[in-house]
């Protein structure tokens, strides 16, 4: 279950939510899922109306409790022939990104962020992850360049890769700031279903 604070209680992230849906689900199947008329739900998508807050919470909740985003992942997942998940195709649809842009806003919860660095093969999740954060997004590099005048050297250790990992990340971030890494790390579904 994705812990949410008060900011993703809102009628406005629950038409955002069941927007981003509807690019993986019918109407009909929302309708049978939530347990609302699809009549209802085309007319918050719409904005020809909004759920009122409580109603609005009950969709978050009832979303989560049924995994609908993990579903909607599931659904939209391609692997290749070598066996790889087709990432590509996750980080050019914009109703995946959204959905995981709630997930790491629900995963940040209450935490102050205020920049969001991401690899560039990243980028798309870390500018949707700057939206429903309210951060800036930077591009970081994981591979020394000969154009690394203007980035400063810092390191993780990746559990995904086993490894210390060596990032370039712009120097325009402060000592201050509260910085989350975005990367991409599903590669094939074993590392999906680590995840999950």
Same mark, same amino acid.
């Given at each position: 279950?994705?812990?949410?604070? /008060?900011? !993703?209680?809102?009628?406005?992230?629950? #038409? &955002?939510?069941?927007?981003?849906?509807?690019?993986?689900?019918?109407?009909?199947?929302?309708?049978? $899922?939530?347990?609302?008329?699809?009549?209802?739900?085309? &007319?918050?998508?719409?904005?020809?109306?909004?759920?009122? $807050?409580?109603?609005?919470?009950?969709? =978050?909740?009832?979303?989560?409790?049924?995994?609908?985003?993990?579903?909607?992942?599931?659904?939209?997942?391609?692997?290749?022939?070598?066996?790889? =998940?087709?990432?590509?195709?996750?980080?050019?649809?914009?109703?995946?990104?959204?959905?995981?842009?709630? *997930? =790491?806003?629900?995963?940040? /919860? %209450?935490?102050? *962020?205020?920049?969001?660095?991401?690899?560039? /093969?990243?980028?798309?999740?870390?500018? =949707?992850?700057? %939206?429903?954060? $309210?951060?800036?997004?930077?591009?970081?590099?994981?591979?020394?360049?000969?154009? !690394?005048?203007?980035? !400063?050297?810092?390191?993780?250790?990746?559990? %995904?890769?086993?490894?210390?990992?060596?990032?370039?990340?712009?120097?325009?971030?402060? *000592?201050? %700031?509260?910085?989350?890494?975005?990367?991409?790390? #599903?590669?094939?579904?074993?590392?999906?279903?680590?995840?999950?």
């Amino acid at each position: 279950m994705v812990m949410r604070n /008060g900011r !993703l209680e809102s009628p406005y992230i629950s #038409v &955002r939510l069941l927007s981003s849906l509807k690019g993986f689900f019918t109407l009909k199947e929302l309708e049978s $899922k939530l347990g609302i008329p699809y009549q209802v739900i085309w &007319r918050y998508i719409s904005l020809k109306s909004t759920p009122e $807050k409580t109603t609005a919470r009950k969709i =978050i909740e009832r979303i989560e409790s049924l995994n609908l985003i993990e579903e909607a992942l599931r659904r939209n997942l391609r692997v290749n022939r070598y066996n790889y =998940i087709e990432s590509w195709r996750l980080m050019s649809n914009y109703k995946f990104l959204e959905l995981m842009g709630y *997930v =790491i806003s629900s995963f940040v /919860g %209450d935490e102050e *962020v205020n920049v969001i660095v991401s690899p560039q /093969g990243s980028f798309p999740l870390a500018l =949707i992850a700057s %939206d429903w954060l $309210k951060a800036k997004a930077l591009s970081c590099m994981e591979h020394a360049s000969l154009s !690394l005048e203007s980035y !400063l050297r810092s390191s993780y250790v990746s559990l %995904d890769r086993g490894a210390v990992v060596e990032l370039y990340v712009p120097s325009q971030i402060e *000592v201050d %700031d509260r910085v989350i890494l975005v990367r991409d790390i #599903v590669k094939n579904l074993e590392s999906l279903e680590a995840i999950i």
